[in-house]
């Protein structure tokens, strides 16, 4: 099956920093990735969708320039969490879908293993 | 909002069936039914999907009511490494097909 891989899959970094973590597809080209954030005991959030080439859509309420989102690629979506503050401590989670997509039909999505950020 | 309610959490006896339900009496024409879990602090995983028609794959089975307003996975036999959170999300595959997560079912496989 599709393999999607995150890296780093956990990081601390002290507040101010800023961290970039990466998604990767690694067997199939994806059109588009999707960044999500999960809190503790809670569910999965979709921060925003990725497109290949172009800006990211972002979901309302998430900072569009504090979470910086780049899918330079077919296979690769970055999103850098620029000036981390402690509440910004989560579980960061990407799903990629399948190229080509084909209107009409869902297009499988393979999620990473997530990468847990600790803000201190 | 996701647009599905489910039971907050289940308990399951080893080697049962294991039957999660789900409301869904909202979804449309274009909407399928999926089921993904999460094991604790791992990313989700696909599980099966339908839309009209009863599907039964290597993993579950899902069955869907006639009118669509409600489905339930079907895990034939429980392991204790079935013991996650499961989702049931509807998807309109003629948009832009995003997972909204509601706050699934916490299903607990106990020996």
């Known amino acids: ?18 961290v ?3 998604c990767r597809s690694l067997d199939f080209q994806a ?25 990211a859509t972002y979901e309302q309420g998430v900072e569009k320039d504090k979470f910086l989102i780049n899918h330079a690629s077919l296979t690769l979506s970055t999103l850098t969490v620029t000036s981390a503050h ?3 401590s989560s579980f960061y989670i990407c799903s990629a879908r399948a ?11 393979y999620f990473g293993p997530g990468t847990r950020l600790t803000v201190t | 909002d996701a647009k599905t309610t ?4 289940m308990d399951c006896a080893e080697g049962r069936a294991a039957n999660l339900p789900c409301n869904h009496s909202t979804i449309s ?9 999460q094991i604790h602090s791992q990313g989700p995983q696909y599980i099966i999907h339908g839309l009209k028609n009863n599907e039964t794959n290597e993993m579950a089975s899902l069955i869907i009511t006639e009118d669509r307003k409600s489905s339930t996975l079907i895990l034939p036999h429980a392991t204790l490494r079935d013991t996650a959170v499961y989702y049931c999300i ?13 706050q699934g079912t916490r299903l607990t496989i106990n020996p």
Not at chain 1, 99 to 109: A, L, M, N, R, V
Not at chain 2, 6 to 9: E, G, R, V
């Open chain 1, 20 to 22: 970039k973590i990466e």
């Open chain 1, 31 to 55: 059109t588009t990735m999707f960044w999500y954030r999960q809190f503790p005991k809670q569910s999965l959030m979709l921060m925003a969708t990725s497109n290949e080439g172009s800006k």
């Open chain 1, 86 to 88: 402690p509440e910004d």
């Open chain 2, 6 to 9: 489910q039971p907050t959490s």
């Open chain 2, 29 to 37: 024409g274009n909407e399928y039914v999926y089921w993904y879990r």
């Open chain 1, 1 to 18: 099956g599709a393999v999607v891989s995150q890296h780093p899959s956990w990081v601390i970094c002290k507040s101010g920093t800023s």
């Open chain 2, 90 to 102: 509807v998807i309109d595959i003629q948009g832009a097909q995003k997972l909204v997560f509601g």
């Open chain 1, 99 to 109: 190229f080509p997509g084909t209107s009409g039909s869902y297009d499988e999505q």
